[in-house]
């Protein structure tokens, strides 16, 4: 496509024009592209956390339900495929998009932040000096970058906490759910950064699930109305799922009373076998 | 009911692009029924009177349809009215010793040529790199030659609207010019006689767009700021558009 800009005007772009990439790479080196690969990543992102949390929720059916959910996802497509493969596959497709949300939200803030740079204005980061209310920026949407990164810090915590056992030590039991879950959420301190995460998890859910129809233009005056809706239900939804957890242990709602396994340090076959024979007995 | 009004007023004064501005304080005696406009010209009567530098500040057709006065009153662009520009602004909407904020509309690409006016030319390029479209001139055409359907008269005609003021670039967080570019795309992009170059002008003004401006995170700022009400179903109508856009050029220029 033409340049044209032209020699009569005293503006010049801020940024130029780089040299197009193959055909559907060049999508994402626009913006409006880049928002839209925000928001399909955003959509399958969305489609993690629901399962995440639905799944969570055997923890509700006690040790040996967890353990064999637990099980099962390991196992799926383990009749034709070797085992774990897909969820490998899961995993990896999650943290590709992952780093795409990530790198398009870190480039498209640049980009817009280079954008209302203003040399000739008083103090560089406010915009304005009269008294600036939003009308219409949710408090939501303007703390996205914020939102954000809280969420990336608490996932690579969540990830070492639960999946890799690096607090819990000798207590952490891989392919026992209920008893790490329930080790980990009764400290205090780390019940109340689960909720503090999970607010701004939801918080980040309420102006995502709603923006995302804006970037990929789905766009209808016949539905529009329920967009924002849907956004607030999804973000309460996850919210409510997901703060049962700490909740509920701290309450002791979950705990390893019932519990017929007793753990036995370092034993970690010993105590699968049992989960095992549990389920079977049920 | 008029009623004699005294503001106190912060404006900021630049001398040029590339000098340092600052705020000064003014205080002026108003009726409540002038605009104000009007009251800026009597503040510049003022300070032409003692010989001072009056307040540079851009207006033209003073109706509200040529988009050429905006400024940022009490950081909100066009001031505090709904669906109102500067011009129609009226002193009404402020009481007796109210400090009023007048500011310029703030974007890199909007740069201050001297104290509240701003060039707004960036506008201008993106339409430019729109290109032309495919009507026929010569003898005016039989009237409904060219059938177009109610519902795409009405949303073209919403979009046309857009007065190119700059006030959705002024009040967006980002600075992004997505309301502007996007109401300009789809007011061509309604009608039929917008069709033949329709995927060419979406990719093209989109992509001058993004040469000045920020990305848009979908605040909806920008709509309350429009004096014009230009409504953020445009924007999703222009995102749609151009990530067609990019596959139809591919097709349309042979690349399959």
């Known amino acids: ?282 | 009911m008029s009623e004699i009004i005294t503001v106190n007023l912060k404006i900021w004064r630049q001398e040029g692009p590339e000098k340092s501005g600052c705020f000064e304080e003014y205080t002026q005696k108003i009726t409540t029924e002038a605009s104000f406009l009007e009251m800026i010209d009597l503040l510049n009567e003022d300070l032409n009177n003692q010989g001072l530098e009056p307040v540079a500040i851009e207006s033209d057709c003073r109706e509200g349809i040529c988009g050429t006065c905006g400024v940022m009153i009490n950081g909100q662009a066009h001031g505090p009215r709904k669906a109102t520009t500067t011009c129609q602004l009226h002193m009404r909407e402020f009481s007796d010793g109210d400090e009023i904020v007048i500011e310029p509309f703030r974007a890199i690409s909007f740069p201050v040529i001297r104290d509240l006016v701003v060039d707004r030319s960036p506008f201008d390029q993106i339409i430019e790199s729109g290109g032309y479209i495919s009507v026929n001139t010569g003898a005016a055409s039989d009237a409904n030659l060219t059938p177009v359907p109610k519902e795409a008269a009405d949303q073209a005609f919403d979009a046309a609207a857009c007065i190119g003021c700059g006030a959705c670039v002024a009040a967006c967080p980002n600075s992004a010019a997505q309301l502007f570019t996007s109401a300009k795309l789809a007011h061509m992009a309604s009608l039929p006689q917008g069709q033949p170059e329709r995927w060419k002008r979406t990719e093209t003004m989109v992509e001058t767009m993004e040469e000045f401006f920020g990305s848009c995170t979908n605040h909806g700022e920008c709509h309350e700021a429009c004096p014009k009400e230009i409504n953020l179903d445009f924007i999703a109508f222009m995102n749609r558009d151009y990530m067609k856009a990019k596959v139809k050029n591919r097709a349309l220029s042979g690349q399959r």
């Open chain 1, 1 to 282: 496509m033409t340049q044209t800009t032209s020699e009569r005007y005293r503006v010049k772009p801020i940024r130029d024009r780089r040299r197009e990439w193959p055909f559907p790479l060049n999508l994402y080196q626009t913006a409006v592209g880049r928002k839209w690969v925000m928001a399909v990543t955003g959509i399958g992102l969305l489609g993690f956390v629901l399962i995440h949390m639905i799944g969570n929720l055997h923890v509700y059916e006690g040790p040996a339900k967890m353990h064999e959910y637990a099980e099962s996802l390991k196992n799926l497509g383990s009749g034709i495929l070797p085992r774990s493969l897909i969820l490998w596959l899961l995993r990896l497709s999650l943290m590709v998009m992952f780093g795409l949300h990530l790198h398009s939200a870190i480039t498209l803030k640049e980009m817009s932040r280079k954008s209302s740079l203003n040399a000739s204005f008083q103090s560089g980061e406010k915009k304005y000096e009269g008294g600036r209310e939003y009308i219409a920026a949710s408090y939501a949407s303007r703390t996205m970058r914020w939102t954000g990164p809280i969420i990336a810090l608490f996932l690579i915590y969540h990830l070492a906490d639960m999946t890799w056992g690096w607090w819990l030590g000798n207590e952490f039991v891989p392919g026992d759910p209920y008893h790490n879950l329930y080790s980990s959420l009764s400290r205090i301190p780390v019940a109340i950064f689960y909720v503090i995460a999970n607010m701004a998890l939801a918080w980040h859910i309420f102006h995502g699930a709603w923006s995302m129809f804006q970037s990929l233009g789905i766009n209808n005056p016949k539905y529009n109305h329920l967009r924002r809706g849907f956004a607030a239900s999804f973000a309460g939804l996850i919210l409510l799922g997901n703060l049962s957890f700490p909740i509920m242990t701290q309450a002791n709602l979950i705990d390893e009373e019932e519990r017929l396994c007793q753990v036995s340090i370092g034993d970690t076959d010993e105590i699968l076998a049992c989960l095992t024979k549990q389920l079977e007995d049920h």
